[in-house]
């Protein structure tokens, strides 16, 4: 155990010293070989033993990630490195790749400084590569390049020194036209595209454990001749000893990466809403271990001895035991029962954590993945914005009544740990809806509550979550109360996409200040006057007051609201979510009284107006879609462009790529469900796909009805639509 005693009193030396901290992330397309990355560079750091090939996935410690072969939980761990004589402490967070866990990508940015994005170098970039690259320039990180696999290159595809060089030329340029396009509007952010010349880029085998960058090939003298020759001899073990992966990747770490002194003032304003001029701002910059307490928690964990995890960027101050915390959106404090740092992949606990560090901490018993927590009262971190949405549902109850109570309290677990999984639970049947991003996250997280809970539970088939919206702007509807004594005047519209693209992204919410909202609704092509009065924005759906000096309005207009949710959140075709439409309120009459203009009165008056107002708007139900796309041998072309097609799906291309041919189309995700099965046995096995969601389309005319009574069916609710519903 010496040694492992020696690692975590080095760790809490170099925590103090920020200058030589880096907190990076891996991130890249699923199966581009991130996690054995990981594993190397903690055997080289001396973290876990070395054994011959690097494939114990030393990261993937739950069993279901090991059984698939996939990450699903991004991991966090924490090493040393000596660079340039100077000690540097490494805190890197192993990312999933599968495009359904990109949650955990996201929130993984937040607590950190620069991001290593690996590529195949067989398969190049790849979609999922665009969307993490995507995610780490939005929360201002910055970062180098890893092609791996370059071995696949010397010994499968036999290619020659010209054709390889060619070859990963044309990987760095993708990259740095992504890396381009995406910082253009930046003005933070100087030129971040990576370079062979400059050292931001590495290659190498994380699998041989070997690896080069342009600064390594001046310290080792071995160049790519070299490692071709000693790769086709298959003389692996002397290629990884006399350029092994693990120096030359966290060399390029510690040159290449921000520490936190760096990085901070930069990454605040972006991730952070506050007054800039006050103290506490002033701490964040100077990474102050002096200042007040500043933890972003980005992930939440359950160990079965200390109970729940917390882990997170300390931005400014110190944590330590016994600290009385606010953790915002919730009253009272949390106290803290034990701070630590992770060493390679497992927690240790240590008196104190300053800030620029990547901490766990225990009795945070109110935090979920995004809460701020903090010493003072603060205004919170900007809400974690996760680019996609849940799109299909499968109900969840437990084979055994009386394991029902601990069911209820897994499933809120689970969405505290995973806020893109939403759990919506029906007190009366007793059946609990888990909503996800892909039929694997939710077959994940059923699997782990049987498994790591020990509660059987029957799951029901995928369901898809649709969605409603308006095509048509409306004539202004009135609504009365059932009492006849109050009167809403509702006019509907759909909203253009760049306003609903913006609210998606969080360029405009209500928790900003009025005028950026403003400015920004602007923007996107909305009048002056409109967006002087958005009085509520529920989903991608406004509100705007038009109305001019009502008496009673102001104490009424929680109540619209709530009237106005409740109308939104159940379509009137059939209960799903409504999305994208402008309502304006342009007039409203309300009694003197109080007691005559209450919640019974007013919300159902609001809610019929609203429903009303969709229906003459020609609300049609839309569908999610998902972006495919296949590589697949020649001779399978057809079979693969068939399985595309038969689900109601569209080929946008198709196109050679090396030896393989990549059909690329769009198919609705509902035909989706059981796709991996089918297209395994049309090609033989031999295709890989990957799928992206792809937001959500109007479905045709000729499906709508069906569909619609389907649902209606599913939810128990009466057969028949409205009269008024007759346009499809």
């Known amino acids: 155990m010496g040694r492992r005693k020696k690692i975590v009193e080095q760790c809490e030396r170099l925590m103090d010293e920020p200058e030589n901290i880096r907190n990076i992330a891996i991130a890249a397309h699923v199966d581009h070989g991130k996690t054995t990355l990981t594993d190397n560079l903690l055997a080289g750091a001396g973290m876990i033993a070395d054994q011959g090939e690097a494939t114990q996935l030393m990261m993937d410690t739950e069993e279901d990630e090991q059984e698939r072969g996939i990450t699903i939980d991004a991991a966090n761990v924490s090493m040393t490195h000596e660079y340039e004589d100077t000690d540097h402490l490494i805190n890197l967070i192993d990312t999933p790749g599968h495009v359904d866990f990109g949650g955990d990508v996201t929130r993984a940015m937040r607590a950190v400084d620069g991001a290593l994005v690996v590529v195949d170098a067989v398969e190049g970039a790849m979609p999922q590569t665009e969307t993490v690259l995507r995610q780490a320039l939005r929360e201002g990180v910055k970062p180098t390049l890893f092609i791996n696999k370059v071995d696949r290159l010397i010994s499968e595809l036999q290619e020659g020194p010209e054709e390889m060089q060619r070859r990963l030329l044309s990987v760095i340029d993708d990259v740095n036209e992504l890396i381009r396009g995406m910082t253009e509007e930046m003005d933070d952010i100087e030129d971040w595209t990576v370079s062979v010349e400059e050292g931001t880029v590495g290659f190498g085998s994380a699998l041989y454990k070997w ?68 103290d506490l701002a002033e701490g964040m910059r100077l990474v102050d271990e002096e200042g007040e307490v500043v933890l972003m928690v980005t992930d939440i964990g359950v160990d079965p001895h200390a109970g729940e995890i917390a882990a997170g960027r300390v931005f400014s ?62 205004t919170p971190f900007e809400s974690i914005e996760h680019i996609s949405e849940p799109v299909i549902t499968k109900s969840v109850e437990a084979k055994n009544m009386d394991d029902l109570p601990k069911l209820i309290e897994t499933l809120r677990q689970v969405s505290k740990e995973d806020p893109t999984i939403q759990v919506t639970i029906n007190e009366d049947t007793g059946e609990h809806l888990i909503s996800g991003q892909g039929e694997l996250h939710l077959e994940v997280i059923t699997q782990r509550i049987e498994r790591n809970q020990g509660i059987p539970v029957n799951t029901g088939e995928p369901i898809v979550v649709f969605r409603e919206a308006i095509q048509e702007p409306t004539d202004v509807i009135e609504g009365i109360s059932p009492n006849r004594h109050n009167r809403f005047y509702i006019q509907a519209q759909p909203l253009t996409d760049e306003i609903i693209e913006k609210i998606k992204r969080g360029d405009v919410s209500m928790d900003m200040p009025e005028q950026e909202r403003r400015e920004a609704l602007q923007e996107a092509g909305m009048g002056k006057d409109m967006s002087q009065n958005v009085e509520h924005i529920h989903g991608t759906n406004i509100l705007i007051d038009d109305t001019k000096g009502i008496q009673h309005l102001n104490e009424t207009m929680e109540l619209v609201i709530e009237g106005l949710e409740e109308a939104l959140d159940d379509g009137p075709l059939a209960a799903e979510p409504v999305q994208g439409t402008l309502l304006r309120l342009e007039d409203a009459k309300l009694h003197e009284d109080t007691i005559h203009r209450g919640p019974a009165q007013v919300i159902p008056a ?40 038969g689900r109601r799906g569209r080929v946008d291309d198709m196109y050679q790529e090396g030896d393989l041919m990549v059909v690329e189309g769009i198919a609705p995700v509902d035909e989706m469900i059981g796709f991996s099965s089918d297209i395994r046995s049309a090609t033989e096995g031999r295709a890989s796909w990957n799928t992206e969601n792809a937001g959500f389309e109007v479905m045709a005319d000729n499906l709508q009805r069906e569909t619609i009574m389907e649902i209606r069916e599913r939810k128990g609710m009466k057969l028949e639509l409205p009269e008024a519903i007759n346009y499809f």
């Open 211 to 278: 690896g080069v960058s342009m600064p390594s090939m001046q310290r080792t003298g071995m160049d790519f001749g070299d490692i071709m020759e000693l790769e086709r001899a298959d003389k692996r073990q002397e290629l990884h000893e006399r350029t092994p992966l693990s120096d030359v990747v966290l060399d390029m770490v510690c040159e290449h990466f921000p520490n936190p002194i760096d990085a901070q003032p930069r990454r605040i304003p972006r991730v952070w809403r506050g007054d800039d001029s006050s």
């Open 317 to 378: 101050g110190t944590l330590e035991k016994g600290q009385d915390l606010y953790v915002s959106g919730t009253a009272g404090k949390n106290r803290v029962q034990s701070v630590g740092i992770y060493m390679g992949g497992e927690r240790e606990e240590v008196d104190r954590v300053p800030a620029g560090n990547i901490a766990a901490v225990t009795g945070l018993k109110d935090a979920i993945a995004g809460s701020t927590v903090s010493s003072v009262e603060m």
């Open 606 to 645: 609001v809610r019929n107006a609203v429903h009303n107002a969709l229906v003459q708007g020609e609300v049609r139900l839309l569908e999610p879609m998902q972006d495919v796309r296949i590589d697949v041998p020649n001779e399978y072309m057809g079979s693969a462009s068939g399985e595309i097609q």
